[in-house]
């Protein structure tokens, strides 16, 4: 399962990160007009906000479980959350989680 988890969380940086850098491409790097456009409408903004909470939950988790078990490689999670995406986060974690040995390793 682990190399499934890593294929995702490369799926997961890769696919999120073209369609960002076409719109970029389009608009320029300006991320107050990319915020701007990711609430365009209602569904959008839900979509934020549904991505927002599980990325925020994620969090929790990683801190929860790195703080009990003391391995912080964990941590690196975090960023890849909010920095490229849940799409990315949470299956490097789990990756990262099943390669020590489930909850024992991290």
Known sequence: MR?????LAVWG?????YWFLQWFGQNGYDLGAMVDAWHANAASSGLVWDLTIAAVALTV???A?????RHWLGMIAIPATFGIGV?????????LRASR?????I
């Open 61 to 63: 988790w990683v801190l």
């Open 13 to 17: 940086a890769l696919h999120p990160m």
């Open 87 to 95: 799409s990315c986060g949470l299956p490097l974690y789990l990756f």
């Open 65 to 69: 479980e790195t703080v009990r078990h």
């Open 101 to 105: 040995g489930g909850t024992r390793g």
């Open 3 to 7: 190399w499934v988890f890593a294929a």
